[in-house]
Nanobody, 123 residues
Framework: QVQLVESGGRLVQAGGSLRLSCAAS????????MGWFRQAPGKERAFVAG????????YYADSVKGRFTISRDNAKNTVYLQMNSLKPEDTAVYYC????????????????WGQGTQVTVSS
């Protein structure tokens, strides 16, 4: 079992930056591949970024490439999402998730989810 708790979401102006954190419980955190997803009102949950357990690979949605960076600290059981050059269209609830296997961009392959943190970008 893994429990995930996100933090760091808030209201920010366009062009600003935020860093989201996701703290995980459990002693096997490093064995999980982690992902960030977001869901805007009226839209489906969408992949944002992913990172493998061994930190060897990272993945990004085209819409955030060059602006967002995913990272993790396995010693602290935490995964981060650094978001720069934020745009109003980045407004959403952001979720972190953990998976053992499967396709990194498919929500259904993730086994554990956090409760989400709201990011609002004003124009």
């Amino acid at each position: 079992q893994v429990q995930l708790v996100e933090s760091g979401g808030r209201l920010v102006q366009a062009g600003g930056s935020l860093r989201l954190s996701c703290a995980a419980s459990g002693r096997t955190f490093s064995s999980y591949h982690m992902g960030w997803f977001r869901q805007a009102p009226g839209k489906e949950r969408a992949f944002v970024a992913g990172i493998t357990g061994s930190l060897t690979n990272t993945y990004y949605a085209d819409s955030v490439k060059g602006r967002f960076t995913i990272s993790r600290d396995n010693a602290k059981n935490t995964v981060y999402l650094q978001m720069n050059s934020l745009k109003p269209e980045d407004t959403a609830v952001y979720y972190c998730a953990a998976r053992n296997s499967g396709t990194y961009y498919k929500p259904e392959t993730y086994d554990y989810w956090g409760q989400g943190t709201q990011v609002t970008v004003s124009s």
